[in-house]
């Protein structure tokens, strides 16, 4: 069955970046885009942006895009989404999610950004 | 940006009660609207798609409708395990965009 499993919870400092996985399982990997979703604390859900596998093309969110890079490793079948110069307002619970009918969500990744 | 409005933003309800959930979007967006359900565990599940295709496994008591503008969520009876949030979100243009969300919660 269809498996989008996230890595594990990251505590960081102030000004570091951190990097985040989605592996995913049950399909082929280049024929669905990969999309990423942050959640603050209480709020409701932003798009950061998606990719796609096949292609490595990317479409971001503005707001991130200073702050997100999006990439995949197709041999792994793994999406990766690095977030940079972290502050506490990148605290939040990030999300990977397949296709645009988003049919299939990860478990999500609580980062924690704190000295 | 779309701008997408929910309401209510919190529902008291009852079980076996029929309930609606409204999103409109601040322009058209073709029928390009999800519906997704969120436990307190965070988990997330995908319930419409396109405005009104039910995703693989979600009960037949859900369903979606709407069109331009505005877009509902239906649930016809209650059931406990519909007691949670229910975001809508549009993907007609970039960037994508959210709902603020509803919380169903128990009478």
């Known amino acids: 069955q269809v498996k989008l499993l996230q890595s594990g919870a990251a505590l960081v400092k102030p000004g570091d970046s951190v990097k985040m996985s989605c592996k995913a399982s049950?399909?082929?990997?280049?024929?669905?885009?990969i999309h990423w979703v942050k959640q603050s604390h209480g709020k409701s859900l932003e798009w950061i942006g998606y990719?796609?596998?096949?292609?490595?093309?990317?479409n971001y969110n503005e707001k991130f895009k200073s702050k997100a890079t999006l990439t995949v490793d197709k041999s792994s079948s793994t999406a990766y989404m690095e977030f940079s110069r972290l502050t506490s307002e990148d605290s939040a619970i990030y999300y990977c999610?397949?296709?645009?009918?988003?049919?299939?969500w990860g478990q999500g990744v609580m980062v924690t950004v704190s000295s | 940006d779309i701008q997408m409005t929910q309401t209510p933003s919190s529902m008291p309800a009852s079980l076996g009660e029929r309930v609606t959930i409204s999103c409109r979007a601040s322009?058209?967006?073709?029928?390009?609207l999800n519906w997704y359900q969120q436990k307190p565990d965070g988990t997330i599940k995908p319930l419409i798609y396109?405005?009104?295709n039910l995703q693989s496994g979600v009960p037949s008591r859900f369903s979606g409708s709407g069109s331009g503008t505005d877009y509902s969520l239906t649930i016809s009876s209650l059931e406990p395990e519909d007691f949670a949030m229910y975001y809508c979100?549009?993907?007609?243009?970039?960037?994508?965009?959210f709902g603020g969300g509803t919380k169903l919660e128990l009478k």
């Open positions: 999610a397949r296709d645009y009918s988003g049919d299939y």
């Open positions: 990719i796609n596998p096949y292609s490595g093309g990317t």
């Open positions: 322009q058209g967006i073709s029928n390009y």
């Open positions: 979100q549009q993907y007609d243009s970039s960037p994508w965009t």
């Open positions: 049950g399909y082929t990997f280049t024929d669905y885009i």
């Open positions: 396109y405005t009104s």
